[in-house]
Every structure is written in structure tokens, then in C-alpha cells.
């Protein structure tokens, strides 16, 4: 199961190209849509002892589904704090000059 959730876990990389307020509202419509918080980290469950690495999911639907958003979301949220979306006194001290 680990590694199951291991996929659940993305790169903060493939939202550095989209434009702040466009990832500002993806992150908080997908946070809304799942009933989660915008602020939202990926958690791990042990798997049972005794079973051995091939511990099968035994995730329902809809907790894989709301897992896979929170890695979403916490990819979104890296790339947002990375690049002080939001933040518009800390983006105009990025310009040079």
C-alpha cells in the first residue's frame, strides 16, 4: 500500500509555468471539491504487520481520490510559497532594479 501512496506525492515543478492566480484558483477549487484544506499535506498509514510489502490498498474510492488532491494541493502550495504567490510585495522585490 505504501507504495500506492507513494503516487500520491507529485513535483511542485509542474506548476511553476502556471500563473499564480490561475494556481491560486485550481489549488482552492480542488481543496473545496474534496472537502479539504487548502493547507492540506500528504499522510501515510502503516500498513498491517505480517503481510509483507504487498500489503493491498484497501483505500474506498473516495479516500484515494481525496488523497491524490492533498499531493495535488501540497505540489500547488510548494510552487505558490516558491514563487511568493500571493505575496505581492515580496514578487515586485524579485524584479530587478
Do not use: W
Amino acid at each position: 500500500m505504501a507504495e500506492r501512496q507513494d503516487a500520491d506525492i507529485q513535483s511542485s515543478l509542474q506548476y511553476d509555468s502556471v500563473p499564480c492566480d490561475q494556481l491560486l484558483a485550481q489549488r482552492n477549487g480542488l481543496a473545496q471539491q474534496y472537502h479539504l484544506s487548502t493547507k492540506a499535506k500528504p499522510t501515510f498509514s502503516n500498513p498491517a504487520m505480517g503481510f509483507g510489502p504487498f500489503t493491498p490498498d484497501v483505500r474506498s474510492k473516495t479516500k484515494r481520490d481525496a488523497d491524490k488532491a492533498t499531493g495535488e494541493i501540497d505540489a500547488m502550495n510548494r510552487s505558490i510559497d516558491r514563487r511568493d504567490c500571493g505575496q505581492p510585495d515580496k514578487q515586485k522585490k524579485l524584479l530587478p532594479g
